[in-house]
T-cell receptor, first 111, second 111 residues
Framework: DVKVTQSSRYLVKRTGEKVFLECVQD?????MFWYRQDPGLGLRLIYF???????EKGDIPEGYSVSREKKERFSLILESASTNQTSMYLC??????????FGQGTRLTVV | GENVEQHPSTLSVQEGDSAVIKCTYS??????FPWYKQELGKGPQLIID?????GEKKDQRIAVTLNKTAKHFSLHITETQPEDSAVYFC??????????FGTGTSLTVIP
């Protein structure tokens, strides 16, 4: 069974904190993605990575950065958390041109 | 870039009736169209997908149709059951490195 595991289900952080969201996949997928999910807006791509140390900006990269030092791990970093980054964050991975497998999501609240 | 529109945003049906969700896309280069189901508190999970060289695909009570000329694709669920209640997302992908998602349809099946 393919597994995409996100390190936390729920997180509460303070404004201005640096926040790390971790994602690990066990299927040797080349591609990994970070999405943000908000009601009425669907899934919006923040960043994706198609190889180790490679990254591409998605639709809403402002205020975020990513790191992929190993193939199985893709980290999302909020450099200085703000209240408008309160959201559900979803990590996914895939082979090229095949289905994406999602983690269970991290609900982040910034207070 | 690709733009995927999804309708309706909410849908209520009686148990046993059919449900249809429609999506349109803008980029003729898109060639892979997955549909995801997201249950409460979980990440999205693939339920069916279709590639651009196929017009229709069926898996038990679920079917997807694709009209490349009109750039639209639809999800059909027949004989709906309460466990079909969830949020459904369509997506489009060209090279496979990025997925573009619709805004989601919240389906409620009324027993």
């Amino acid at each position: 069974d393919v597994k995409v595991t996100q390190s936390s289900r729920y997180l509460v952080k303070r404004t201005g904190e640096k926040v790390f969201l971790e994602c690990v996949q066990d299927m040797d997928h080349e591609n990994m993605f970070w999405y943000r999910q908000d009601p009425g807006l669907g899934l919006r791509l923040i960043y994706f990575s198609y190889d180790v140390k490679m990254k591409e900006k998605g639709d809403i990269p402002e205020g975020y950065s990513v790191s992929r030092e190993k193939k199985e791990r893709f980290s999302l970093i909020l450099e200085s958390a703000s209240t408008n980054q309160t959201s559900m964050y979803l990590c996914a991975s895939s082979f090229l041109n095949t289905e994406a497998f999602f983690g269970q999501g991290t609900r982040l609240t910034v207070v | 870039g690709e733009n995927v529109e999804q309708h309706p945003s909410t849908l209520s049906v009686q148990e046993g009736d059919s449900a249809v969700i429609k999506c349109t896309y803008s980029d003729s280069a898109s060639n892979y169209f997955p549909w995801y189901k997201q249950e409460l508190g979980k990440g999205p999970q693939l339920i069916i997908d279709i590639r651009s060289n196929v017009g229709e695909k069926k898996d038990q009570r679920i079917a997807v149709t694709l009209n490349k000329t009109a750039k639209h694709f639809s999800l059909h669920i027949t004989e709906t059951q309460p466990e079909d209640s969830a949020v459904y997302f369509c997506a489009a992908s060209d090279t496979g490195n990025q997925f573009y998602f619709g805004t989601g349809t919240s389906l409620t099946v009324i027993p």
